[in-house]
């Protein structure tokens, strides 16, 4: 065990600096975080190393970080995946006593690293599990507690092992299940994932060229064009981040490869016609937002785990029935949500313009598709509420906007997280006019400024406000409502054929 001994540390900010631009391009915030916390380290050796906790969708360069933060310091790198961990045993280590009895990971990992003072990356903190064998995040809450840690005892060394010299870093998909105590001990560092301009950049820059140099090609051999790149990114990737893009080009790069060691050919440049020749047709569509809704229909955004997504809901009118269908499999809170809006609509039916009785004498379904898409949480309040507003007064909701916020029974609108994702995946979706809540205003300024510029953004404080911007003006025509959609429009968008191709992948 490396009791004693440490990598020596060369920590020069300006050279950390040069480390991160090398490695990373733009997420220029965060690069500027790390530096900061980098800062303290120097100016006060002695004092706790800080615990950074990267969060954000797959692929916009959590890991990848981690090691530029190593390599800037100097230091040794290891990475414990704490996925699937069920068991403190595997971090604590077992009894002796135990056959088969082992360190814990943390133990062997600093055996392998061979010193006391490593970046340690601790991947996948969210995926921790528990069982009756015990619960490793509350191994963890000692292993991150700089009060703690410096006497940190494993149970098959059974001596103390000072901890307080690692510098940990532990990666997430998401917040919500790693547990509050948990997440108290660590700074955290939101990622958001890339807009299609920063994606370009990002593959000129380091994915094209790191692959070519992988696939053992020159430089010169293999020529990508920026056009290529825009077409991979939009027809043969979807995601937040870049390792599907990264994974293309290594497919097209391979191709190539192929070709030069057959001796076809010397030097090859790929436009964007002869993709297809390379790749086969592009396996997503453009989610067209839809050209036109029908009365009851609203465009919504969601936000998951993969990044942001654009959400169809749906409602009709049941002629005859009674009270609230929902489907969709959406969760408690969203359900919730739907019987807000519905309240709403109902108890200010009046002033919005709305037949109490086409409330009164109809029942109402509202269903959300997109199977893959996890349906909970309050965000999709203002969607279900024009959706609905819509199907009750026959305005239909304008097909470029989409919207997200939480209602409230008295007609307010409330914030809302994961703003960046949903705006950057509205955009995408070819949607150019988006409903915010009010309260959201400082979030609006993370969004990419050449995402922005293409976007109108309205915010919105109360529902009225939502429906005011969201639903069209009153049809002249008012007579003929059809509120029954026909079969066609409820098949055919083209979220379900994206799902269908995220599920094939
Ligand atoms: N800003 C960037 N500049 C250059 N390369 C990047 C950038 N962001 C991501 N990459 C590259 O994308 C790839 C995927 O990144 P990484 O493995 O760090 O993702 P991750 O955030 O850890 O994802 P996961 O949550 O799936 O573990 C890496 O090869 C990384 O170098
Ligand atoms: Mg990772």
């Not at 970046?119 to 995926?127: A, G, N, P, R």
């Amino acid at each position: 065990m490396p009791w004693k001994k440490s990598s020596e540390e060369k920590l020069d900010l300006n050279e950390a600096r040069k480390v991160l631009d090398e490695d990373h391009y733009g997420l220029d915030d965060i690069k500027e975080r790390i530096l900061e916390s980098l800062a303290v380290v120097k100016l006060r050796p002695d004092s706790k190393s800080p615990i950074i906790l990267f969060v954000g969708p797959p692929g916009v360069g959590k890991t990848s970080l981690g090691r530029s933060i190593a390599r800037a310091l100097g230091r040794e790198f290891d990475r414990l995946s704490l996925g699937g961990m069920r068991d403190e045993a595997e971090l604590r280590g077992h009894r002796r006593t135990y056959i088969g009895a082992m360190p814990g990971r943390i133990i062997q990992s600093l055996r392998r690293v061979g010193v006391n003072n490593p970046v340690m990356m601790l991947d996948e903190i969210d995926k921790l599990g528990n069982d009756f064998r015990g619960d490793p995040s509350a191994a963890l809450l000692e292993i991150l507690d700089p009060a703690q840690n410096n006497t940190f005892r494993d149970n098959y060394i059974d001596l103390p092992f000072d901890l307080s010299k690692v510098f940990f870093i532990a990666t997430a998909n998401q917040l919500g299940p790693i547990p509050m105590p948990l997440r108290d001990r660590m700074e955290i560092i939101q990622l958001a994932g890339y807009s299609d301009r920063e994606k370009l950049n990002i593959a000129k820059q380091y994915l094209v060229p790191r692959q070519i140099r992988d696939n053992g090609l020159k430089p010169e051999q293999l020529e990508i064009t920026d056009d290529t790149i825009n077409l991979l990114t939009a027809r043969y990737t979807r995601e937040a981040g870049v390792r599907q893009l990264e994974r293309t080009v290594g497919n097209l790069a391979r191709k190539v490869a192929l070709k030069v060691a057959e001796g076809l050919t010397d030097k090859v440049t790929i436009t964007a016609e002869e993709v297809k020749g390379y790749l086969g047709p592009p396996r997503f569509y453009p989610e067209e937002a839809r050209k036109e809704l029908p009365a009851g229909v609203a465009t919504g955004m969601a936000w998951t785990e993969m990044g942001g997504e654009v959400l169809f809901i749906e409602a009709t009118l049941l002629p005859g029935g009674s009270g609230l269908t929902l489907t969709g499999q959406l969760g408690e809170v969203m359900k919730e949500s739907a019987q807000a809006a519905r309240s709403y609509l109902w108890s200010h039916a009046a002033e919005l313009g709305i037949d109490r009785e086409t409330i009164q004498q109809n029942g109402v379904h509202v269903h959300v598709p997109a199977g893959a898409i996890p349906k909970d949480g309050p965000s999709a309040g203002v969607t279900m509420a024009s959706a609905m507003a819509s199907l009750y007064t026959g305005r239909k909701v304008r097909s470029d906007t989409s919207m997200t916020g939480e209602i409230t029974l008295s007609g307010l609108v409330f914030p809302v997280g994961g703003i960046k994702e949903k705006v950057l995946a509205a955009h995408r979706a070819g949607i150019r006019r988006i409903i915010l809540p009010e309260r959201n205003d400082s979030d609006i300024e993370e969004i990419p400024p050449d995402v922005r510029k293409e976007l109108k953004i309205i915010t919105a404080a109360r529902i009225s406000d939502v429906l005011n911007a969201a639903l069209e003006a009153e049809t002249p025509d008012t007579t003929e409502k059809d509120y029954i959609l026909p079969a066609s429009e409820t098949q055919s968008d083209g979220a379900g054929d994206r799902l269908v191709a995220q599920e094939k992948q």
